[in-house]
C-alpha cells in the first residue's frame, strides 16, 4: 500500500532563512508527486508536482523540490522564506496513469516563520 | 473563473444528528473527490465521482456516510447519524478529465461532532 511520511510535525524558521521540508513515500509504481500548502482559512493550493523528467521541480511562489528515487524522497526547498510562507504543507503522491488522481497525503508540516 | 467552493465553512452539531456538506466544483470539471482530514492526521481519500457516477467509495468509514452528485453538478456528502470521530475537515477537489490535470481543493468544511 502507498503511504507518504512528512517526519517533520512542526518547523520554526527565521524570515529570509532557507527552508527545506521532508518527504518520503512508499509506492508500488512510479507516482505522481505533489507538494500542497494551506494556509489558514484558505483551501489547498499546489505548490508543484512531478510526473516525469527533470528531477528538481520549479513551483510557485519561489518553491521547487527534487525528486531522488534512490532515496523515495522528494523534499521541498526555499532559499529565503517570507513570513507569507507561514502555513501548513502537505506531500502527496497519486498513480501515474489514468484521470482518477486519488492522492494519499502526509501528515503535513507546519510552517511557523519568526520575523 | 469561481474555484471550488464548500459550504458551510463551519459546522457544530451534536452526536446523533446529521449534517449535509455541499461541494461546488469548478465549472467543466467531471471529477469530484471527497477527502478528510481528522485532527493532526494525513489527508484521507473518501470517494470519487466521474460526472454523475461513483468511480471509487473505497475510503468511505461507514454507511452513515452517503455521497450524491445529481446530475453531474455539485455534490453532497451526507452524514448521518454523526458520531464523535466524524470530527474533522472534509475538503472537496475537482479536476478535468485528461492525463496529468491538476486536482484544485476547497477551503474545506470544518465539522466538529460534540
Known amino acids: 500500500a502507498q503511504s507518504v511520511t512528512q517526519p517533520d510535525i512542526h518547523i520554526t524558521v527565521s524570515e529570509g532563512a532557507s527552508l527545506e521540508l521532508r518527504c518520503n513515500y512508499s509506492y508500488g509504481a512510479t507516482p505522481y508527486l505533489f507538494w500542497y500548502v494551506q494556509s489558514p482559512g484558505q483551501g489547498l493550493q499546489l505548490l508543484l508536482k512531478?510526473?516525469?523528467?527533470?528531477?528538481l521541480v520549479q513551483g510557485i511562489k519561489g518553491f521547487e523540490a527534487e525528486f531522488k528515487r534512490s532515496q523515495s524522497s522528494f523534499n521541498l526547498r526555499k532559499p529565503s522564506v517570507h513570513w507569507s510562507d507561514a502555513a501548513e504543507y502537505f506531500c502527496a503522491v497519486g498513480p501515474l496513469s489514468g484521470s482518477a488522481r486519488q492522492l494519499t497525503f502526509g501528515s503535513g508540516t507546519q510552517l511557523t516563520v519568526l520575523p | 473563473e469561481a474555484g471550488v467552493t464548500q459550504f458551510p465553512s463551519h459546522s457544530v452539531i451534536e452526536k446523533g444528528q446529521t449534517v449535509t456538506l455541499r461541494c461546488d466544483p469548478i465549472s467543466g470539471h467531471d471529477n469530484l473527490y471527497w477527502y478528510r482530514r481528522v485532527m493532526g492526521k494525513e489527508i484521507k481519500f473518501l470517494l470519487h465521482?466521474?460526472?454523475?457516477?461513483?468511480?471509487?467509495e473505497s475510503g468511505m468509514p461507514n454507511n452513515r456516510f452517503l455521497a450524491e452528485r445529481t446530475g453531474g453538478t455539485y455534490s453532497t456528502l451526507k452524514v448521518q447519524p454523526a458520531e464523535l470521530e466524524d470530527s474533522g475537515v472534509y475538503f472537496c477537489a475537482s479536476s478535468q478529465v485528461g492525463q496529468n490535470t491538476e486536482a484544485f481543493f476547497g477551503q474545506g468544511t470544518r465539522l466538529t461532532v460534540v
Open positions: 512531478y510526473f516525469s523528467g527533470d528531477t
Open positions: 465521482f466521474v460526472k454523475e457516477s461513483k468511480q471509487d
